[in-house]
């Protein structure tokens, strides 16, 4: 069985979620493990984006499955290394097909696909929030 199932950190239109407030809710909720991404990698805050998982490592521990949202930017300005040396226990990568542009440099995606292939994680393909 495939299922996509995951939750967000960071900004959404004008609303900032911090690790906290997902980790309070889902606590409460009784969810036991929980896959999240940030999505602050929209604006490209990688900054933010390694605060938000050391705050979400210190609050759920082994509760926690982090999925790193790759912008396409990011195979060429150097964070992609960066977030993959960071120690995080990356459980998953994912391209946002509409979100991001995968299309105008066919050789991008490619990349991400053999990186998630040498980790041995899925690669998860998001859609929703077309650009035009």
Do not use: Q
Not at 29 to 49: H, P, Q
Not at 107 to 125: D, H, Q, R, S, Y
């Amino acid at each position: 069985m495939l299922c996509d199932s995951h939750i967000h950190v960071g900004g959404f239109r004008d609303v900032y979620y911090s690790p906290r407030e997902v980790y309070a809710f889902l606590d409460k909720a009784g969810v036991d493990k929980f896959a999240v991404s940030s999505t602050m990698t929209c604006v490209e805050d990688y900054d933010l984006i390694l605060c938000e998982f050391d705050e979400l490592e210190r609050l759920c521990a082994d509760r926690l499955s982090p999925i790193l949202w790759i912008h396409p930017n990011m195979l060429s300005n150097g964070w992609l290394e960066r977030f993959l040396h960071t120690g995080i226990p990356w459980r998953c990568l994912k391209v946002h097909g509409y979100f991001n542009d995968w299309h105008s440099d066919k050789t991008l995606l490619p990349k991400v696909v053999e990186i998630a292939i040498a980790m041995n994680v899925p690669l998860l393909f998001h859609t929703g929030g077309r650009v035009k």
